[in-house]
């Protein structure tokens, strides 16, 4: 097995193929003075078979590109199989039954030359990809404490926070949430007993920190004990990080599917390699 990283990916792709004594390869990515990007892999991959890893993080669009480019490029050496490792797959939340946003990048991903395409914890459950659900990155990190309940901070949390109380073997509650006029996310009523329970929220996506900060606040007033969020995803715009610290939220655990720059004492950090390690030798 070879595996092939994108510039955005270098230290995941190292980690992975030494743990697993596969060839480590790194593309020859450049950008023109027009901010076009050039790629090239110097590796003979012909008749092998191979990984590609590239999360699709911020510059979304430039990253999406290049793991493209790098898809054509192996797919010219006619390798016997591209698998696609998107730790972070960007455009997923543009997803809803009317418009699949995800579907669409993924038949582009496919169209450009992959057999596989492996994500984590996506926004929306998608048939064109593998989705590895992150119960098994948090669970090893997560002290389970008494009287402790599983909280989906909304609706579209509810799957993968099922995924928690049937492995923890905890209740599940779930919160209501609308937005205002200037579509901005609030809480408005749990469907569970969370009174003296210590809470663990569960989600894909931390952006502005309204979501599960507004949904904290609303367990707190209603007795909660303790409160800890388990987000994939640490997308982390402007303002969220001291959003985070002032919030009635315990600790957040986030994944480096994003690499977190800036922090906050509540915010800690999971990382996925071994998860992946394993997953990969597994499944492989």
Partial sequence: MIVVSGSN?????????????????????????????????????????????????KP??????????????????QPKQINVLIPYFGYARGDNDDNSTAKFI??????????????????????????????????????????????????????????FSKNLNMNL??????RNVQNEPYAIRITGDVENKNCIIVDDIVDSGKTICNAAKLLHDKGASSIIACVSHAVLSDGSIELIANSKINC???????????????????????????????YF
């Fill in 106 to 163: 993924a038949e582009m991903i496919i169209f450009a030359g992959a057999n596989k395409i492996i994500s984590l914890d996506l926004h929306k459950t998608n048939k064109k990809l593998i989705n590895l659900d992150s119960y098994g990155v948090f669970s090893p990190y997560i002290n389970i404490l008494e009287e402790s309940i599983i909280v989906a901070p909304d609706r579209g949390a509810i799957e993968r926070s099922d995924v």
């Fill in 9 to 57: 990916s270098v230290e995941l792709s190292k980690y992975i193929a030494t743990e697993l004594n596969f060839t480590f390869v790194k593309a020859d990515i450049r950008k023109f003075s027009d901010q076009e990007i050039f790629v090239n892999i110097n590796y003979n991959l012909h008749n092998q078979e191979i990984i590609i890893i590239q999360s699709t993080t």
């Fill in 173 to 178: 509650a779930v919160i209501e949430k609308k």
């Fill in 60 to 77: 979304a669009n430039d990253n999406l590109i290049e793991l493209l480019l790098l898809i054509d490029a192996a797919k010219k050496m």
């Fill in 252 to 282: 957040l655990y986030v994944t480096d599917s994003i690499l977190c720059r800036n922090s906050s004492d509540k915010i800690r950090v999971v990382p996925i390699k071994d998860f992946l390690v394993k997953w990969i030798k597994e």
